[in-house]
């Protein structure tokens, strides 16, 4: 045993994307398995929970956690994982927002077994066999975690230290917060580890957003050729960057494509979704009801694109399961 | 942790109550409110109203927030298009309350629990037929009951047959 640091990575509901983000420090990896010891991370190396749960209490510096919480298995392994650990890190957008999973809780946990196992007509399944908790299956009991009714975020689940944003997170964000975890000084407790600033503050077409936006139509990504140089809201694309964390230097504006919103809201926003239809609804150019409306309908799914990412974390975290969903 | 302070429900065997929050704007629909106290006018107690300089303060923050702590309807009340005292701020609130309005809509809040309505200084009146409407409107819809009150309960949900 050696008395570097103790690190774990674990993944919850996720796309794996996080733990990739992580390979992708390239160089920089090997510099962190230098100064720590990884004792988990199951998507690259084979130490199974039972390592973890040989290990005494606290004993882990630091437990990284990327993907929401959706069943029973995740919301154990959190659990677990804050036991060991000082101090734990919800890594990735999933993990401090809830993510794109947590679109989910716009639908009944009933509309999602539906929607996957008897709908599709790729499904063949005529005894409409849903999983189930315990089954038997050639005379071996089997258990399946329990599919929860809702997504969470990570803070929802067990107390977490701080946060590292992005879908995923970019690899400059998390060198420099990896480097704030080792570092002598701790930032506070809760901190989100990247600049406390909107991304059009560090937007290279920063300049070119008018003094007054006014939107008399919404356009989405496909409708239209947008200019390279300019605001893509100037161009009445919804981009999220007034309502989004800045740190990822803008990357997808680089890539000619609106902020989505990855990086969740700063310090001073409770819900990014309530804050960017607030700022998008007030500079629509029309004073009457129906004209408003017709600007506003240009926005087909206000939950999918206001809150893509943090749904579970809002204020409403999640639809009345026995209303409908059509917008 | 997420801490979660909530308007105190009816006790257990009592009729249900909707517990409507307005927001009111400084100068038109408040002095209403005001107007209807000092003409001495009955509505249903049912509103808690709080004053703000213009509808257009209405962060939609406010209302998810309202609806998210126990609230079973929200109501902003401003002055008549044309009348804001800082010219544009109610057809600020318009713009936000219509997309807003769709919104719940995708969450499963029902129109009548959501609500916006020009009422001036002069106009006690229709205060009080808006407040009993929408109260009477948010009676018969129920209570909201949104599922972030309640805990997921592991054990429960494990039993809980899955309905479709």
Request: proline share 7%; aromatic share 6%; with cysteine.
């Amino acid at each position: 045993m050696s008395d570097k640091p103790k690190i774990a990575f674990y993944w919850c509901a996720s796309c794996g994307g996080c733990d990739e983000a992580i390979v992708d420090l390239d160089e920089a990896l090997l510099d962190v398995a230098g100064a720590t010891e990884i004792v988990f991370w199951p998507v690259a190396l084979d130490f199974k929970r039972k390592d973890v749960e040989a290990l005494p209490d606290g004993s882990v510096y630091a437990a990284f956690i990327n993907g929401a919480v959706r069943n029973s298995e995740q919301e154990e392994m959190a659990h677990l994982l804050r036991r060991k650990a000082k101090v734990v890190v919800a890594f990735g957008s999933c993990a401090q927002l809830g993510g794109i999973p947590g679109l989910a809780n716009l639908f009944s946990r009933a509309d999602i077994l539906s929607a996957a196992y008897l709908e599709p007509a790729t499904m063949d399944n005529p005894d409409r066999v849903l999983p189930a908790v315990h089954s038997r299956a050639n005379g071996q009991e089997l258990e399946l975690p329990v599919f929860q009714d809702r997504v969470r975020a990570l803070d929802q689940v067990v107390d977490v230290d701080y946060y590292i944003p992005g879908c995923p997170p970019m690899p400059k964000i998390i060198g420099a917060a990896v480097a704030a975890l080792l570092g002598s000084e701790l930032p506070p407790k809760g901190s989100v580890l990247a600049p406390n600033k909107a991304l059009c503050d560090e937007c290279p077409r920063k300049d070119t957003k008018p003094e007054k936006l006014s939107f008399t139509e919404f356009k989405r990504p496909h409708q239209v050729l947008a200019d390279e140089k300019i605001c893509l809201l100037a161009q009445g694309l919804v981009c999220m960057g007034p309502a989004t964390r800045a740190g990822c230097e803008a990357v997808c504006i680089q890539g000619n494509m609106p902020c989505t919103g990855c990086g969740g809201p700063t310090s001073r926003v409770r819900d990014q979704g309530a804050k960017m239809l607030s700022a998008l609804a007030s500079l629509v150019d029309a004073k009457e009801p129906e004209e408003i409306e017709r600007t506003l309908a240009t926005i087909p799914d206000p939950v999918g694109t206001l809150y893509r990412y943090s749904l579970p974390a809002s204020l409403l975290q999640a639809a009345r399961p026995e209303q409908t969903c059509a917008a | 942790m997420l801490n979660r302070r909530t308007i105190p429900s009816a006790p257990p065997g009592t009729a249900f109550e909707p517990r409507i929050v307005a927001f009111f704007c400084n100068w038109c629909t408040y002095l209403a409110a005001d107007l209807a106290g000092t003409s001495r006018m009955k509505y249903a107690p049912n509103v808690r109203v709080i004053r703000l300089m213009c509808s257009g303060r209405v962060d939609p923050q406010f209302v998810l927030k309202a609806f998210a702590e126990g609230a079973d309807g929200v109501l902003i009340g401003g002055c008549h298009p044309g009348d804001c005292h800082y010219q544009e701020g109610n057809y600020k609130a318009l713009r936000r309350f219509l997309l807003l309005r769709r919104m719940l809509k995708q969450f499963g809040i029902e129109e009548d629990r959501f609500r916006l309505e020009w009422i001036s200084a002069a106009e006690a009146d229709r205060l009080r037929t808006a407040v009993n409407d929408m109260v009477e409107k948010v009676r018969a819809l129920g209570p909201l009951d949104l599922q972030i009150l309640k805990s997921i309960e592991a054990e429960t949900l494990e039993e809980a047959p899955v309905d479709v």
